[in-house]
């Protein structure tokens, strides 16, 4: 982190001087102010990629998320502890096996090189639905009671009961989203086949070229793109410690 910090204000000769120098010896804002007004003016495009990308599937993901953990931890029917273990034990899966069949499934559905193929691939994660699980499992169940007895149905007390009290918990799960899919690079990179749709990590990559490597401007591109995820850590610091902590504690 220093390094690249520290790299991201030198001159280019010095950025690749040897031996390396921790501290600039000549502090310059020369590779921010070039990547970001460069006569191109992807680095604008690759951020609002990024952003976009990464709220949309924050909310996509919460919601799946939150309508496949509510049946899962209140609701009694048959086979409803078979479908959580076959749910989870999808976790075993590594990533990697699924990435060529979800790529041909993206190719037949003519999703290459769109936000769809950014966003959808990825959204029902397992890690949320267990983390919502486990969460919603802890709240008693009398408030629940009392609700229905005033007449609330299913929805309405997911909306009114179980999510205002669940705010640590869906804090939480997104953080963990928006950063997943900020800092999400393979996948882009393969069906973000222009570069008006490339994301952040993967347009910053092109400072690096096959023979020249700009480490200045590269360095520059990185520490911009760990803003918002640092952003959003600082502001949710306080709802991860306590989503976390809390989650599976016996009511």
Same mark, same amino acid.
């Given at each position: ?24 010896? /000549? ?16 680095? =604008? +495009?690759? !951020? ?15 919601? =799946? ?12 029917? +048959? ?38 193929? =950014? ?6 994660? *397992? ?5 919502? /699980? @486990? ?12 609700? /229905? ?13 179980? =999510? ?6 869906? *804090? ?36 690096? @070229? /096959? ?10 591109? !990185? ?7 640092? *952003? ?5 610091? +306080? ?7 809390? !989650?599976?504690?016996?009511?």
């Amino acid at each position: 982190m220093y390094w690249m910090l520290s790299t991201s204000f030198k001159p280019e000769f010095d950025a690749i001087a040897t031996p390396i120098q921790w501290v600039p010896a /000549r502090p310059t804002l020369e590779n921010y102010t070039e990547i970001i007004n460069s006569p191109d003016g992807k680095l =604008l +495009r690759w !951020t609002l990629n990024s952003v976009f990308t990464a709220v949309a599937f924050t909310v996509a993901h919460l919601v =799946l998320c939150i309508s496949t953990a509510y049946p899962l931890a209140r609701l009694k029917f +048959r086979g409803r502890e078979a479908w959580f273990w076959f749910i989870l034990s999808s976790l075993m899966v590594p990533g990697v096996i699924t990435l060529i069949p979800s790529y041909i499934m993206i190719l037949q559905f003519g999703w290459i090189d769109t936000y769809h193929a =950014l966003i959808w691939p990825g959204v029902a994660g *397992v890690f949320g639905v267990f983390l919502l /699980r @486990q969460f919603f499992s802890t709240i008693p169940f009398e408030l629940e009671e009392a609700a /229905r007895m005033d007449g609330a149905n299913s929805l309405q007390v997911l909306r009114h009961v179980i =999510l205002p009290l669940s705010v640590p918990a869906l *804090v939480s799960l997104a953080v963990f989203a928006f950063m997943g899919s900020w800092n999400n690079y393979v996948w882009p990179l393969y069906v973000a086949t222009s570069p008006d749709m490339q994301t952040l990590p993967v347009g910053i990559t092109s400072f690096s @070229q /096959r023979y020249v490597t700009e480490y200045g401007k590269l360095m520059a591109g !990185t520490a911009l793109a760990a803003i918002p995820v640092l *952003v959003a850590y600082l502001l949710a610091q +306080r709802y991860l410690v306590s989503g976390i902590a809390l !989650t599976g504690m016996k009511e």
